[in-house]
């Protein structure tokens, strides 16, 4: 099935202000280490709040989104649409 949005589309490739659920805290390193360690272990965090963000919008789909911060090489991250609060897109950033 393909899920196509003609304003998601032309954001496609550019900086996008994202509001997102966001958590207390990201488990650290060790802590995901742990879960691939040990598959039968959980990591929970309750929702808290929200976070804001200007992100590079990869791409999308009907699942969610895939972003990344501006720094080069910067890791991807994916998104569940359920997670995402807004998106706006259509504005430049300033770039050195």
């Known amino acids: 099935m393909d899920y196509r949005n003609g304003l ?6 550019t ?3 994202l509001i997102e659920l ?3 805290q990201t488990p650290d390193d060790a ?6 360690k040990e598959p039968g272990s959980v990591l929970a965090a309750h929702p808290l709040g ?3 963000s200007i992100r590079l919008l990869e791409s999308y789909d009907q ?7 501006l720094e080069e090489g910067a890791p ?6 359920g997670a995402v609060l ?5 504005f430049e950033t300033a770039e050195d």
């Open 86 to 90: 807004n998106i706006m897109g259509g």
């Open 31 to 36: 802590a995901i280490e742990g879960i691939w």
């Open 76 to 81: 991807r991250a994916f998104v569940l649409w």
């Open 22 to 24: 966001g958590t207390p």
């Open 8 to 13: 998601l589309d032309e954001w496609v490739g």
């Open 50 to 52: 929200t976070q804001t």
């Open 63 to 69: 699942v969610g989104i895939i972003v990344r911060t």
């Open 15 to 17: 900086s996008v202000r």
